[in-house]
């Protein structure tokens, strides 16, 4: 096991390049996969164990999306309760 390092000269990990801080192109593929995969359960018939899956699939990406969504904007506002680096677009 190598020995720890005080956390004073404990080296600072490299930024996220920007292509990583991007959030929307993340959620727009979930929501499009969740998208086609509802779809798909609803239109072919053997695929109608996917139903309730696909549909809380939605459900929670619009919950998520929403709470990102308030807490970006309470960051912005400077709440004290607001989650910070959520400032990229």
């Known amino acids: ?5 005080p956390p004073e000269t404990a080296p600072e990990p490299p ?5 990583l ?6 959620i727009g ?3 499009a996969g969740f998208c086609c995969a509802t779809i798909a359960a609803f239109a072919i018939p053997g ?3 996917w139903r ?10 619009v919950l998520g999306t929403t709470i ?4 970006r904007e309470a960051a912005r506002r400077g709440a ?4 910070s680096g959520l400032e990229h677009e």
Request: proline letters at 15%.
């Open 21 to 26: 801080l991007r959030v929307w192109p993340v």
């Open 1 to 5: 096991m190598p020995p720890e390092l």
């Open 47 to 49: 695929l109608e164990s």
């Open 52 to 61: 309730p899956v696909s549909v809380a699939g939605l459900g929670v990406g």
């Open 68 to 71: 990102f969504l308030v807490q």
């Open 80 to 83: 004290r309760g607001a989650q």
């Open 15 to 19: 930024p996220l390049p920007a292509a």
């Open 29 to 31: 593929a979930g929501a």
